[in-house]
């Protein structure tokens, strides 16, 4: 199916342990971002790519790590997870052009216990 | 940095009601402007996109305007029906390729 899908849907895991939550697209869109949402905060960037090999920080990463081997992948690294990483996370795709709509996935919601 | 600020919080209107959402952003050197659905649970569905360039963009009910210079925009919905509601949110573009968010409006549509 075209668009953008995030696996898992929903986890649970423990504090301390490393989790990776997968994001895939099919339209070879450039950019790829994640996002986290969370009440009173709203969306914030995580990291995004410009393109394969190439990551860069957004707005909160610390305690996440991220990588892009193939441009249709974007997977996002929580190294040792926290309570403070419980939220939603959000992926999303755009073309390299910046007129271009940003699309997401249906997101992933993380429980740190 | 970019802030953009949804007002109001949350909206309850009668169905059959025009309504207006407003978003503002403080940098006016956007690309672009792009409104987002989000039902409770859900992800974001593109709604519109209005580039920089443009005042407004249409798509059926929905009516988008952008007034880059003032740094507002508005989202205007026809003829409002009880599966409008949902959380609208604002975000736009600036020089980099990432977007900025607005912590959205909670729309109820009351039958």
């Not at chain 2, 009516?63 to 205007?76: E, F, I, Q, V, W």
């Not at chain 2, 919905?77 to 959205?104: E, H, K, M, R, W």
Request: charged fraction near 20%; hydrophobic fraction near 30%.
């Amino acid at each position: 199916d075209a668009g953008i899908t995030q696996s898992p849907r929903y986890k649970i895991t423990e504090t301390g342990r490393q989790v990776t939550l997968m994001c895939h697209q099919t339209w070879s869109h450039s950019y790829m971002f994640w996002y986290r949402q969370d009440l009173g905060h709203g969306l914030r960037l995580i990291y995004y790519s410009a393109a394969a090999d190439i990551t860069d920080k957004g707005e909160v990463p610390d305690g996440y790590v991220v990588s892009r081997s193939k441009t249709e992948n974007f997977p996002l690294t929580l190294e040792s997870a926290t309570r403070s990483q419980t939220s939603v996370y959000f992926c999303a795709s755009r073309d390299s052009r910046r007129r271009t709509e940003a699309f997401f996935g249906q997101g992933t919601r993380l429980t740190v216990v | 940095k970019q802030e953009v600020t949804q007002i109001p919080a949350a909206l309850s209107v009668p169905e059959g009601e025009n309504l207006v959402l407003n978003c503002s952003f403080t940098d006016s050197a956007i690309y672009n402007l792009q409104w987002f659905r989000q039902d409770p649970g859900k992800g974001l569905t593109s709604l519109l996109l209005i580039q920089s360039s443009q005042r407004e963009q249409t798509s059926g009910r929905l009516n988008a305007s952008l007034d880059k210079s003032s740094g507002r925009s508005t989202l205007y919905i026809a003829a409002s029906q009880p599966g409008d509601s949902a959380t609208y949110l604002c975000a736009v573009t600036p020089g980099a390729n990432n977007l900025f968010f607005g912590t959205g409006t909670r729309l109820t549509v009351i039958p």
